[in-house]
């Protein structure tokens, strides 16, 4: 019924920048928050970022003033700007949101969505 879909993802030296997109589609009434995580090999999956609806965002301490995400309500789509890319940023990135779908006449139902998961390699 939604689907996230990711794209961005790819290998990058360090010091380097990429961009990650997340496109949201489906019978989608409301998103709430949305975000980005990751999971490095070896390691549990843990999050990099979040955004409200309102813009209000939150960010690992990793990744603080490294990272930028934003998100267009309307296109229902979200993005991860990375810059200053570490080797430790290695690691599958996945989008996540909190989507609201309506089940029927004044009827909803609030489902927790993840995407496929996107490969960011930073090696030299």
């Known amino acids: 019924q939604v689907q996230l879909v990711e794209s961005g993802g790819g290998l990058v030296q360090p010091g380097g920048s990429l961009r990650l997109s997340c496109a949201a589609s489906?019978?989608?009434?409301?998103?709430?928050?949305m975000g980005w995580y990751r999971q490095a090999p070896g390691k549990e999956r843990e999050l990099v970022a979040t955004?409200?609806?309102?813009?209000?965002?939150n960010y690992a301490d990793s990744v603080k003033g490294r990272f930028t995400i934003s998100r267009d309500n309307a296109r229902n789509t979200v993005w991860l700007q990375m810059n200053s890319l570490k080797p430790e940023d290695t690691a599958v990135y996945y989008c996540?949101?909190?989507?609201?779908?309506?089940?029927?006449?004044?009827?909803?139902?609030?489902?927790?969505?993840w995407g496929q998961g996107t490969l960011v390699t930073i090696s030299s």
């Open positions: 996540n949101a909190g989507v609201q779908i309506q089940i029927g006449i004044g009827a909803y139902r609030y489902l927790e969505v």
């Open positions: 489906g019978s989608i009434s409301r998103i709430n928050a």
């Open positions: 955004i409200t609806p309102g813009g209000a965002t």
